[in-house]
């Protein structure tokens, strides 16, 4: 339903007051991906390896570098503003902090109906029916629609942000780190919520999280990126049990687990050093300056992403 | 800001959410070195977190904390296994099952936190309560002992209450 291909981000820094030397921070270096219709793929990794950025520039709120996003056959990374008007209303967008995506001087009832009005789609009192549909809908009252975002706890605000994406109908929602500002109990609300959501609409979710058991209990497809490249794709009972890219097997063991009696035996695989800068990426692999297994081929050439089994990819030399 | 906290080796540190806003990988650095601080020079620590993952792999003795007042404690094992308070199971209930196995539906706690400015007159979790009697919203519930190390705030937990269900029961 969609596909990915290629996706570059970067970012041009000028250094200095009088323009100079321009930087150039390869936020999404080459991410290539595809959703099947009512599926769900996670992308996953640490702060600042371009999983946000990626997800951004898939639904156009960044300008791609490079790549091509396909959506219902055509290429809309090229549109203009206009002909991408009609893709917008299909592609919403979940964002991670409920308190700042919502306008504070708006009533619930202005927010989800802003979104009614720039597609034109309903008009007066079927307006109004549409909103208080949209409302109950993601859990809320009907006489919430009058209320403003500050008299909202943190969930229920991101139950309005949820009803704002769903006022167009969207087919794809892209859910960036919907629940990471939330309660425990609270993010079992709106996941159960965005499952159940899925089931009736049969909507297709790109989800972008740091969380890994959650990504683990949501997902169909995970990808793993890092310092803005996909390291490993695999159907997610796939990728937990049987990772390939040495970042995967790092990156999960670190994922503490709740319970007792398994956090006693689980063995962790420590990472030296820190992630480095997007601006000077390390030559070939980006991984290889933290990697345990990196030999002199790791310096020389960048692994791609390739397949080790069936639907199962792994950047690495070393992976097959 | 562990070096500052751990200047003059003291005896106890204080750990209010340590790793809340950092990556696993970074999270399991912060981790590894309080454990050193526990295991080297024997500093207790008293660590304040919502991440149940975090409390399994660091904890011996675990309180659970809700409208104000500790509603359960006990060893560690007694509370991932042998969680006795609706609240711990809601809690145990939200997080997806850890580890493999067919993906169950997550069992979210209803509702939101009580407002302390004004708190109700009996269990604070009665409102969120899917087993609350006509007693819990009138009466605070007595502690009960139900390990040498394990205790509860629960009616459930009274004798007079025909039958405690068992954790099972409660869907975990």
Redesign the interface.
Known sequence: MIEVKGLKKHFELRNGFFGGKTRTLKAVDGVSLSIGKGETFSLVG??GCGKTTAARTIARIYEPTEGAVIYGGADISRLGRKELLPYRKRMQMIFQDPYASLDPRMTVGEIVGEALDIHALRRGKDREDRIRELVSLVGLKSDHVGRYPHEF?G??RQRVGIARALAVEPEFVICDEPISAL???????I??ML?ELQEKFRLTYLFVS?D???V??ISRDVGVMYLGNLVEVAGVDELF?GMRHPYTK??LS???????????E?S?I??SGDVPSPLDPPSGCPFRTRCAMAKGICAESKPELKAVAEGHLAACHFAG | MIAIAIACEPKLVIADEPTTALDVTIQAQILDLLRGLKDKLETSIVLISHDLGVIASMCSRVFIMYGGRVVESGLVDEIFYEASHPYAWGLLGSIPEPGEGRRRKLVPIPGSPPDLMAPPAGCAFAARCAKAMRVCAREQPPVTRLSATHRAECWLLDPRVAKRPSAEEAGL
Do not use: K
């Open positions: 640490e702060s706890s969930g229920q309660d425990v109990s609270i993010q079992a609300q996941i159960n499952e740091h890994l058991s959650m683990r209990h049990s790092a990156l670190a994922a503490p687990i709740a319970d007792p009696r398994r956090a006693r689980a962790r420590a990472l």
